[in-house]
């Protein structure tokens, strides 16, 4: 096991130092942080789960929109998603302010950038071949910018592109790039201007989706010009023949600042411009900007660090709580595809990665909205045919492993979420474990079910046979619970059954690295492959040895068609989170898990940016080593995480490397689908939960310093509590967990509740 000595590294080590007394824990959110490397966070503003995320767009191809200079920006657009792997979506209904001789003749008018601005909510940069100042913000549905052009600059302009979109590829139908079906532009009046931009395909190979939009500028223009396919015309508006279209506006010569308020809607023109009008009103930027970070301000104050916490911490933190809390995008009486008074949220981008820590994260913040995005889910769900794993553009897809809205469901239920109809919820969870999606499967439910429920398994050969029915046993668990809850004790019988079928792909015998037992591949016949085809070929069929290291995409088969799906059979045998102590049972036992864990970490197989990998460090718990537990997260903490625009170690997918971090920060952790929270050594000396209801929970570490890096003894509400886990009934009753630290592991937490083992 590597040196305990770097716990407190980038974290922690610093918390002696003078701290920043910020009025405001917004004042500690830093976009920046992951916008580089692995991390593609987007850096733009935007409100809590906002349906509107104005960024620039530097080039068509990154996912967030925005890449660090000295990239060129080809215009600002209004709707982007968050960390995000995979081809880019959206991208939509661009604006670039220009200026100069003869910019009016032109549809394009790319620049670079200087003097970058970026902060909650708030974004500016400087266009260095116009001096242009851009600055940007939002709210819930509306754009807002501020543009400043150079006092004597002439033909100064805004471009509006409603054909511009992320991932455009010259190839029809390319597999995860957007394609245009359409757009049109219209100039109303002298100050606004409509349309909208039809775009399908994307990371979710899903149907078109529409964005509408009314742009409205502050100060009227005294030109105006239309063009399809660059072609400029004088024409007041371009209908809807499947090209590109745009529209340039001139401004008189005198001015010299412009507000541009861009409303957004999923529905129609006209909804678009009640968008703008309801959330900007007669507001200017400045007071756009001061509400919406007054919106985050009240959340993310729901969780209060305790005055040792650094700077870098704080920064770390509340960063982290901002990015879980971007997507999915609250789009209630936005929905296209049918109208009921139910919330719509889209922009799941994918569940597979954010069940395991986002959505606990958001119960404990904002519980009311998680309610809402589990009714969310369950509506689709009734009027989809399917709850989506992923979905985007108001369209499902892709799945990448399980459905596992079930487990998020389960999790609402475990935590006795109120405000959810856990009956129809069990219907849509039903649905996805008996109904085979046929050749949707790439899109929704259970991939390879009638496989899976006729061979115990999901047979190699099937795309993603091998994390498939790990996570369909993990799902079925979830099912089983939700039955039980609610007297369906049939229901839980036959699930709780299924909940253990990723046993028939554990080969039992199968060795490496000193570990014996790992889930590998099977053939329809129940044979075990030691060696697989390369690729698909009728003809001709090499093989390549399969081992539980092994990478087969996309060398030898198509990424999307692994055995297993971002990751590799070392991480996937650790993965069973609803039953860990049938894992260690058949894995030979505590010593042999224990062995087999440290060979994990010390060897560098566990992958810290794969999702599938989340619990593994945790697992020593379940051994009564919740110290191992604190040693192992620690040492990841300090390795991958920071507070610099590197500081995530990969996608940030949604939040969920971002919510990652924030548990394990206080020094809990979630199982998700259960009511408990793992505990360890905290990297914070003290957190507040402020609840929901009112009251107050307190996690407290006494005598804490970099030193003394275990715990070693714990109470709760002033009563001993010796074990390393506390529901969440007990959070949610509020009070204070105050943890003993030391410099040397104790005895404390080798039980993880009572009279279990």
């Known amino acids: 096991m590597k040196s305990k000595t ?32 692995l991390g593609r966070v987007f850096i733009g503003p935007s409100h809590p789960f906002g349906m509107v995320k104005p960024s620039p767009d530097c080039t068509p191809s990154p996912n967030s929109g925005w890449l660090p200079m000295p990239v060129r920006v080809d215009g600002f657009s209004q709707v982007h998603v968050s960390g995000t792997g995979g081809g880019p979506k959206y991208g939509n209904i661009s604006i670039m302010p220009f200026c100069g001789e003869g910019a009016m003749s032109s549809t394009t008018h790319y620049d670079t950038r200087r003097d970058e601005e970026i902060s909650l909510g708030y974004y500016s940069t400087t266009l260095n071949g116009s001096g242009i100042r851009v600055e940007a913000t939002t709210a819930p549905r509306t754009a807002v910018y501020r543009i400043t052009y150079p006092k004597s600059a002439p033909e100064k302009g805004l471009a509006v592109d409603a054909g511009f979109f992320l991932g455009e590829s010259p190839v029809p139908d390319a597999r995860e790039a957007q394609q245009l079906v359409g757009s049109q532009v219209e100039i109303v009046g002298d100050n606004a201007v409509q349309g909208y931009s039809r775009i399908r395909g994307g990371w979710n190979n899903g149907r078109a989706y529409t964005v509408y939009f009314y742009a409205e500028t502050s100060v009227p223009f005294t030109t105006a010009a239309t063009w399809r396919n660059s072609e400029i015309g004088s024409e007041r508006s371009r209908a809807d023949h499947g090209d590109k279209t745009g529209a340039l506006l001139e401004f008189a010569d005198g001015t010299s600042s412009v507000e541009v308020r861009v409303g957004i809607s999923f529905l129609s ?52 709580l901002y990015h879980t809390m971007i997507m999915p995008a609250d789009r209630t009486g936005e929905n296209p595809l049918w109208n009921d008074p139910m919330p719509y949220y889209d922009d799941f981008y994918a569940i597979w990665d954010t069940y395991r820590t986002s959505m606990p994260l958001i119960t404990l913040i904002d519980p009311v909205r998680q309610a809402e995005i589990v009714n969310s889910l369950v509506n689709i769900g009734r009027r989809d045919g399917y709850m989506p794993d992923a979905r985007s553009g108001n369209a ?30 069990l219907q849509a969870m039903l649905k996805d474990a008996t109904v085979d999606p046929g050749g949707n499967h790439e899109a ?10 006729a061979l115990g398994y999901v047979p190699h050969g099937i ?36 909940s ?112 599938p990998s989340f619990l593994s460090p945790c697992l020593y718990h ?69 609840l929901a209801d009112g009251k107050d929970f307190t996690i407290r570490a006494i005598d804490f310093s970099p030193e003394n890096r275990y715990i070693v003894s714990a109470t709760l509400n002033g009563r001993d509590y010796p074990w390393s886990t506390i529901s969440h009934a007990d959070i949610s009753a509020g009070g204070v967990l105050e943890l003993k630290m030391g410099a040397a592991p104790a005895s404390w937490g080798k039980q993880m509740w009572p009279d279990k083992n």
Request: glycine share 10%; hydrophobic share 35%; aromatic share 14%.
């Open 463 to 498: 795309d993603r046979a091998g994390n498939r029915t790990v996570e369909y046993s993990f799902c079925d668990w979830a099912i089983a619970q939700v039955a039980k809850g609610l007297g369906h004790n049939d229901l839980y019988d036959r699930y709780m059954k299924q």
């Open 622 to 690: 379940w051994l009564g080593r919740p110290d191992l537990t604190s040693e192992r997260v620690a040492d990841i903490l300090a390795e991958n995480y920071s507070d610099t625009p590197a500081g995530l170690p990969g996608n940030d997918d949604s939040g969920a490397m971002s919510s990652w971090l924030a548990f394990h920060m206080t020094g809990l952790y979630p199982n998700a689908g259960h009511d408990y929270y793992l505990i360890h050594s905290p990297v914070l000396e003290s957190t507040t939960f402020h």
């Open 396 to 425: 499902n897809g892709r799945t990448q492993g399980g459905s596992n809205a079930e487990i998020v469901i389960a999790d609402a239920f475990a935590k006795k979420l109120p405000g959810v109809d856990y009956e129809a919820a």
């Open 500 to 611: 253990g079928s990723w046993r028939n792909l554990w080969r039992k015998d199968y060795e490496h690295d000193g570990a014996r037992g790992f889930i590998m591949p099977r053939d329809r016949d129940g044979n075990w492959l030691d060696s697989i085809p390369y690729g698909h070929s009728r003809l001709v069929k090499p093989k390549f040895e399969y081992t539980p290291l092994t990478f087969e995409g996309p060398w030898y088969t198509p990424w999307w068609s692994m055995f297993f799906y971002e990751a590799s059979s070392w991480e996937y045998s650790l993965s069973i989170p609803h039953d860990v102590p049938g894992l260690i049972e058949i894995c030979g036992g505590p010593d042999a898990m224990r062995s087999r864990l440290d060979t994990f970490f010390d060897k560098n197989y566990f992958n810290v940016n794969n999702e």
């Open 444 to 453: 929704e439910g259970r991939g390879g079910l009638t496989e899976y429920l």
């Open 269 to 320: 023109e006209l909804k678009a411009r009640e968008n703008a009008m309801n959330d900007t009103q007669d507001k200017n930027f400045d007071a756009v900007l001061a509400g919406l970070i007054d919106s985050w301000e009240g959340l993310l104050n729901r969780i209060e660090l305790g005055p040792s916490a650094t700077e870098a911490q704080k920064r770390m933190f509340y960063t982290a």
């Open 6 to 37: 770097i716990v407190l590294g980038a974290i922690a080590a610093t918390f002696l130092l003078p701290v920043y007394v910020s009025g405001r824990v917004t004042d500690y959110v830093d976009p920046k942080i992951g916008s580089e490397g």
